[in-house]
């Protein structure tokens, strides 16, 4: 039986004795179910222990694979080489700083994550003998898809304004800002708008909508951007028109 | 470089000419642009008079005003949008002339619509 | 014998930054769609300034006003600009009701209306208002 074999283009890049990543061919063995995460496990186990790369739960939840295949920013363990006719390029994850082969430096993105605070916040906090919060199914149904995020940060590899302006708040944080706000049990969308409203957050924006192509958990992200406009500018409306009113 | 510090007043203006444009422009360009020059309009349907007497309706006025204001507001907010992302740096002077055009344009609009009937 | 000094790196001292392409919106499929959605405005900035020249010159005289309609009428390069303009504001007015779709989503109940019935019940829309602005541009 003939085994069928692939070319990978992949990205190396050493700090300690590169000034720039350059690429190394390597070729690969696969079958219907190798996927590019099991290529570059085979690569290190068998061909060049030095390639260095993340990965975790090699099943879609983690987000730790995120890699630009082809130029697509993409899961590698969702990625299936049989799907590609011709060499596969596989690069460090768009828009962010390469520290070694393929591992990007994320601290920008982390650091974004907890200045959206995303936890619930409360004027007063309820007492446990009050009981739990209780939530309908609707109200659940009004912030759950914006909680499946998995920070694979495949989003702000595909925006066009986060390559561009490294200040922008980013598709996934404000993401996750939304799905607080829209929160039955949360009562900060206040104390979120400085962040998320500001001219770096959500005004950044353009609707390109490539974050919500590339997302593998259906999260769509620019859906929870372009309500968080709307929100923020009917908010700064009416503290316009109504400055005594409670924000 | 960061969005102005007015961005979301500028945006509900972008917004609100969107919708309108999105449904009125369409009929409009059809109408008056592609019918004329078909020569599907009555000579009459476009005379000095009747016109004057259909646009003198406040209805008529204040629709007009509203498409033209808005849709102006619209195109230039998202045209100035365009030029950033084609390489320009996007500054404030930039913004200036674009929102002046279509500030300018609803002046223009207001008055010649005023002036009519 | 001399231990080697250890120097714990701090973490992206010697990162790579890549640059980011000043013509970043041929890349991908999605930005080249993107630039032709925002080119409509164009467009819509040209045929708002037609129509704007249209209600200046109504308001200026009947000579002024017949001027303005031997030109919406006559002009080659007014036919080709509106046949033109004509297909990029269509273009405008569906991706601007798929926008809608996304961040005003129609919901009754459990029952979310699909994005692509929501865009066609918009057009339909559209096309009701095309014909009450043709009933009174043919002399309803």
């Given at each position: ?51 260095t790369y993340r990965s975790s739960c090699q099943m879609g939840v983690c ?179 109504l400055p005594w009113g409670k924000k | 470089m960061a969005a102005q510090k ?50 003198s309706h406040p209805i008529a006025k204040l629709y007009l005003f509203a ?51 | ?140």
């Open positions: 039986m003939s085994e069928k074999r692939k070319k990978l283009i992949v990205t190396r890049y050493n700090p300690e004795s590169d000034t720039a990543p350059r690429t190394q061919v390597y070729e690969v063995p696969y079958e219907d179910d190798t996927r590019v995460l099991d290529a570059l496990n085979y690569i290190k186990d068998v061909e060049d222990g030095t390639l987000g730790s694979c995120g890699m630009n295949v082809n130029g697509t920013p993409r899961l590698t363990c969702a990625t299936f080489l049989r799907d590609f006719e011709g060499d596969i390029t596989v690069e460090p994850l768009g828009n962010f700083p390469v520290m070694r082969d393929l591992a990007v430096n994320m601290s920008d993105f982390m650091e974004k994550l907890t200045r959206v605070k995303p936890w619930i916040i409360r004027e007063k906090e309820k007492p446990l003998d009050e009981g739990e919060y209780l939530q309908t199914p609707e109200q659940l149904q009004a912030y759950r898809q914006f909680s499946l995020c998995i920070n694979c940060m495949l989003c702000y590899a595909a925006c066009p304004v986060y390559g561009k302006e490294k200040d922008f708040v980013g598709p996934a944080a404000i993401a996750l800002a939304h799905r607080y706000n829209e929160d039955s049990r949360d009562e900060g969308r206040a104390e979120r708008n400085a962040f998320v409203g500001s001219t770096t957050g959500v005004w950044e924006c353009t609707f390109v909508g490539e974050c919500s192509e590339v997302c593998p958990e259906g999260v769509d992200p620019a859906a929870a951007i372009q309500r968080e406009k709307l929100s923020n500018a009917v908010d700064k409306l009416k503290s316009f028109i | 007015s961005e979301a007043f500028w945006w509900l203006l972008f917004s609100a000419g969107g919708m309108l444009s999105a449904i009125f422009l369409p009929g409009h360009i059809f109408f008056q642009g592609l019918a004329l020059q078909l020569g599907w309009i009555p000579e009459d349907a476009m005379s000095f008079e009747r016109m004057t007497s259909l646009l498409l033209i204001s808005l849709s102006l507001f619209h195109a230039v907010h998202r045209l100035k949008h365009v030029v950033h992302d084609l390489g320009l740096e996007a500054n404030r002077l930039m913004a200036f002339f674009f929102y002046s055009v279509a500030i300018l344009g609803t002046l223009l609009a207001g008055n010649a619509l005023m002036r009519i009937g | 014998m001399s231990t080697r000094e250890y120097r714990v790196p701090e973490p992206g001292y010697k990162d790579y930054n890549p640059p980011a392409p000043e013509i970043w919106w041929t890349k991908r499929r999605g930005y080249l769609l993107f630039m032709l959605r925002e080119f409509t405005a164009i467009f819509v900035l040209l045929f708002t300034m037609r129509l704007l020249q249209g209600v200046i010159a109504l308001s200026n005289g009947a000579t002024a006003w017949n001027a303005w309609v031997e030109t919406a009428s006559n002009s080659t390069f007014i036919a080709i600009g509106s046949l033109i303009a004509f297909f990029f504001v269509l273009f405008h007015s569906i991706t601007w009701f798929q926008a809608g779709a996304v961040v005003t989503p129609l919901r009754f109940g459990k029952f979310q209306v699909p994005t692509s019935l929501f865009v066609a019940g918009n057009m339909g829309l559209v096309v009701v208002v095309a014909l009450v602005i043709g009933y009174f541009s043919i002399g309803g």
